[in-house]
């Protein structure tokens, strides 16, 4: 009789430790300027991201989100409930945001969501903003590094890993996304340029600034329209201190092009 309490006493003890078999759903609300740089108020209160091995050789590695021994899932209705990611990466330097990209097979347009902790408590905020932009799929990317510690998401956020900060870019067409490739920033990072069908869109995601700068269609569609920016085109700051592309006057000027960061 003791040997089998012990022996139950063991199953139910190595299933309790077992990662992953507690988790807990959550429904995403929607981003509204939240503040992702909490500081814990506990020792060790922080998320964790855990990395999940391929099934198969040929898979790739995902992703799970624990808080303590929680695994945190995501159920954003009508999508299937989530709880492994194909991305995960802090935003804050002391861990308490992650954004993470659904897992569900449909490629770079799955969805993006922030994971974070506020006094303790786990919360989910979606990173969607609805578009009906006719190149939606063309030009929805995912994640796109700016630098070492800035990224943008989708062509409509703009985000500061070291701090969580979250800056919705502003649209050229409210109701659909930058129809572009983002090609580079300033050297403030502040000001966005991407290279539409016809034009360089410019954007201050700090202050909501814009510039649409018409291009010449030699320089739209040539195969390296980036070359072609750094050679014709250099940086000048407007009265409020904002910086835009302008084109050079003289083909002949010398560009800097340390001035164009990517």
Excluded at 99 to 104: A, N, P, R, S, T
Excluded at 138 to 165: C, W
Aim: proline share 4%; with cysteine.
């Amino acid at each position: 009789m003791k040997i089998t309490v012990l022996a139950i006493l063991l199953s139910v003890s190595l299933f309790a430790c077992k990662p992953g078999k507690l988790e807990t759903v959550y429904t995403p609300k929607a981003y509204a300027n939240d503040d992702f740089n909490e500081f814990p108020k506990v020792k060790n209160q922080t998320l964790n991201i855990v990395t999940i091995e391929p099934e198969t050789p040929e898979g790739k590695e995902s992703y799970a989100i624990t808080f303590k021994d929680t695994t945190v899932a995501v159920q954003d209705n009508p999508k299937p409930l989530a709880n492994k990611f194909k991305e995960a990466r802090f935003i804050n330097t002391q861990k308490t945001a992650a954004l993470v990209q659904v897992e569900d097979g449909t490629g770079l347009v799955s969805p993006f969501y922030v994971v974070s902790l506020t006094d303790g408590k786990v919360s989910v905020t979606s990173l969607d903003r609805a578009s009906n932009g006719k190149n939606d799929k063309k030009y929805t990317k995912g994640i796109q590094e700016m630098s070492l510690s800035n990224i943008i998401v989708n062509n409509d956020f703009a985000i500061a890993l070291v701090n969580g900060k979250i800056y919705p870019i502003k649209r050229q067409q409210e109701g659909e996304r930058i129809q572009g490739d983002f090609l580079f920033n300033s050297s403030d990072k502040k000001t966005l340029v991407f290279v539409t069908n016809n034009s360089l869109y410019q954007v201050n995601y700090r202050t909501g600034e814009t510039n649409n700068l018409a291009l010449p269609a030699k320089v739209a569609q040539s195969e390296n329209v980036a070359n072609e920016i750094r050679q014709g085109y250099s940086w000048a700051t407007n009265a409020k201190g904002t910086s835009f592309l302008k084109q050079n006057p003289d083909d002949n000027r010398i560009v800097d092009i340390s001035e164009f960061k990517k």
